[in-house]
């Protein structure tokens, strides 16, 4: 990580590594979607319209209507800003957790770190849906409230490689240097050891929006998901009693939350190789 | 070895404390007073507040109940279900065999063809067939478990009518012996098959890495050199340590399958805690959510111990460690 990072270089990496490039495509379309949802709707995705569970492409509705008439292709368009809005804000929450928890941790040692990690490691291997499952029904399915709780219950693996990554900095020439030059330990921490041992937390995020938005799917085909919003899982639990006569309404909202999976995952994944040098090395 | 375990189930043990006080915390911090509820809206009768509070130890001091909740959860009394006025663990007794008779099958299933899947992909690095199961394993990874299961009912019970969508058996008929286990089969093969495509990636990918990674170390390519027939190689080195990577993702990947049985069998209307859980989210039956979050836990730190003592019984590095 010694080189800038000019727009060559960036280039370069990119178009490097296929999973990195195959994300990153993904993520520009997503992020057009977005951006572009109210010129690539058709309809307004909130209107019940008088056309209720009509065929696809019948009366203009290029993936049919639900039994409300909302205009399915519309619904999956806006349902795109509501998966981003899940993954983002509960990555970085977790991230943000993550990060800290697992610095302190590794940098500051001690019975500090023995007791976080046996607390890392029992927040790994606990059923965590059914953690966020139980909060969100006790506490209110708020979207607002299903991104915090995704969020505060995902950081253990962040935690995890930051603990890892500060451990092994703690020992490094430079850092003994700033403790020499007096520097506190906070000071340490903030400047030396996060900025440096951050880069597979940054991979690991990336493939975390993935399990987010997942997680919300999960919550919205329970019932448990906001009922003021629009969002793919909540779409797919809305078409489940028609499975049998109308297809298109569960497949599609899946697919597309398939897609946006896909992208995050591939995205991780990329990075990954990129980040990590053993890996670079290997080639 | 002794020693081992002793640590593990010491560590277990730690793992369901902290999942009885998470509950706890969790009740404590929820929004709303048990009490008002019980005295109804408009009783503002301080003598009965107090008299209630005293019958539900809820004037004691926090630390205080936090030891009388755990020990009445240790003797395995989780309360009552709010609507069915059950016992919890009955409730959960009830539906927990057809979770683990699904939840295990599938497990099995996928764990050894994913691994075998997996090491032929690493066999034949680059190979049509690598690129293929490579490219599925990406795509079933990110597919929400529910979703599968609609397309599976779509396919193969709605359009092809060769498997029933929903039910654990044919309530019509009374099959007995054989003929019961064969219909129960029917019934189960598209949920299993739902969680098998669902699990295979994860084993999938850590066969595959890891046959690559012992592949490479120095003792194999010193065989190699030796002349050694490499079939040979293959079977008594690299396949045995290659594998071992599956038994852990084996406990490890415990939550994520009673994730994905939860809302699988809540799509075939399978009768085991997904559809307990279903309800009691519908109705707000919060003793009955909490105990599905114990069990789930508990069961999950079982399977993690038990994975753990196999896995150190196959491998000496993790035993003296």
């Not at chain 2, 690559?212 to 027939?229: C, P, R, W």
Request: glycine letters at 8%; hydrophobic letters at 50%.
């Amino acid at each position: 990580m010694n080189k800038k990072l000019t727009p060559k270089f960036i280039w370069e990496t990119i178009t490097g590594d296929k999973q990195l490039l195959a994300g990153t495509i993904g993520a520009i379309i997503l992020i057009l979607v977005v951006i572009l949802a109210p010129v690539l709707a058709t309809d307004d995705p909130y209107y019940f319209g008088p056309d209720s569970m009509n065929l696809m492409g019948e009366n203009g509705h290029i993936l049919g209507t639900n039994h409300m008439g909302q205009d399915v292709y519309s619904m999956i368009i806006y349902g795109a800003r509501t998966s981003l809005k899940v993954a983002i804000v509960s990555a970085l929450i977790s991230a943000i957790i993550g990060v800290f928890i697992g610095g302190i941790a590794g940098y500051f040692g001690g019975k500090l770190d023995l007791i976080i990690s046996e607390v890392i490691n029992v927040f790994l291997m606990l059923p965590t849906f059914f953690l966020i499952m139980l909060i969100i029904a006790l506490f209110g399915n708020s979207l607002m409230n299903v991104m915090i709780v995704i969020g505060l219950t995902n950081w253990p693996s962040n935690a995890k490689l930051m603990r890892a990554q500060a451990l092994s900095l703690r020992e490094r020439t430079f850092v003994r240097s700033a403790t020499a030059m007096g520097e506190t330990k906070w000071q340490i921490l903030m400047k030396y050891i996060i900025p440096n041992g951050v880069f597979p937390v940054v991979s690991n995020t990336t493939m975390g929006m993935s399990g987010a938005i997942l997680t919300e799917a999960g919550l919205s085909f329970l019932g448990l998901g906001d009922p003021n919003i629009i969002s793919w899982g909540q779409m797919i639990y809305a078409g489940k009693p028609y499975i049998t006569s109308a297809w298109w309404l569960s497949t599609f909202p899946g697919l597309a939350a398939i897609f946006t999976v896909l992208v995050f995952y591939l995205l991780g994944d990329g990075l990954n190789h990129v980040l990590d040098p053993k890996y670079s090395k290997k080639r | 070895m002794k020693r081992f375990i002793i640590r593990r189930v010491l560590s277990g043990i730690l793992t369901v404390l902290i999942v009885f006080v998470l509950n706890f915390v969790i009740i404590k911090a929820a929004p709303g007073d048990p009490i008002s509820t019980l005295m109804g809206k408009d009783n503002k009768d301080p003598a009965m507040r107090a008299a209630l509070e005293e019958k539900y130890g809820l004037n004691k001091p926090m630390p205080v109940q936090l030891v009388n909740y755990l020990t009445t959860a240790m003797t395995g009394d989780l309360g009552s279900s709010m609507i069915y006025n059950k016992p919890v663990t009955t409730m959960i007794e009830e539906k927990l065999g057809a979770t683990v008779l699904l939840g295990l099958t599938s497990a099995l299933i996928s764990a050894i063809l994913g691994t075998l899947m997996g090491i032929v992909a690493a066999r034949r690095e680059g190979s049509v067939y690598d690129f293929v199961s490579s490219g599925t394993q990406y795509f079933f990874n990110s597919v929400p478990s529910f979703w599968l299961a609609l397309m599976l009912i779509i396919i193969f019970s709605s359009k092809l009518n060769w498997f029933p969508s929903f039910g654990y058996s044919d309530a019509r008929a009374n099959y007995e012996g054989m003929a019961h286990i064969m219909d129960v089969a029917k019934h189960m093969f598209l949920p299993c098959l739902t969680m098998v495509l669902i699990l295979i990636p994860t084993y999938f990918r850590i066969a595959k890495s890891s046959v690559l990674q012992v592949s490479n170390e120095d003792f194999i390519t010193t065989m190699k050199a030796t002349g050694m027939d490499e079939g040979k190689i293959f079977r008594k080195y690299v396949f045995r340590n290659a594998i071992l990577p599956s038994v852990t993702i084996f406990g490890i990947s415990m939550a994520y399958l009673l994730t994905g049985v939860t809302l699988v069998e809540i799509v075939f209307a399978w009768p085991g805690m997904g559809r307990l859980t279903l309800t009691a989210i519908n109705q707000r039956d919060y003793p009955t959510l909490m105990g599905v979050y114990l069990v789930m836990s508990i069961s999950v730190a079982v399977v993690m111990l038990i994975v753990d003592v196999i896995y150190a019984y196959l491998d000496p590095r993790i035993r003296y460690d």
